[in-house]
């Protein structure tokens, strides 16, 4: 079997480096975190909190820039989004803090 070329092998090194940082950075515009417990909305509207790692994925499937999840709130499969905890009420960030996913252990 043919090795790769030392190029192709730098140029996907900088292929995820850049998607990786992108990630971030859009998680961090959404959301004002880098990774971490972040509170999340799904379609129908819930809020929850659920631990978003850039790049990496346990327990959610990741479409792009979204992650396919469990909602713990409604009980049903949708796309999730940060979202800035800081335009939300008291009583929804309280929400979101009581409702978590599946913990992994």
Do not use: Y
């Not at 995820?16 to 129908?44: H, M, S, W």
């Not at 800035?84 to 992994?104: I, K, M, N, T, W």
Request: proline share 5%; glycine share 6%; hydrophobic share 45%.
């Amino acid at each position: 079997m043919a090795r790769k070329p030392r190029s192709q092998k730098r140029a996907g090194a900088l292929v995820v480096g850049v998607a990786v940082f992108l990630e971030t950075a859009a998680l961090f515009v959404r959301a004002r975190r880098l990774a971490g417990n972040v509170v999340v909305r799904c379609r129908q509207g819930h809020l929850f909190t659920t631990i978003w790692i850039p790049a990496a994925s346990v327990k959610a499937l990741r479409l792009g820039w979204w992650r396919l999840q469990r909602c713990p709130v409604g009980g049903h499969w949708s796309v999730v989004t940060p979202v800035d905890e800081a335009d939300l009420s008291e009583e929804e960030r309280r929400f979101a803090s009581e409702h978590h996913d599946v913990r992994v252990p």
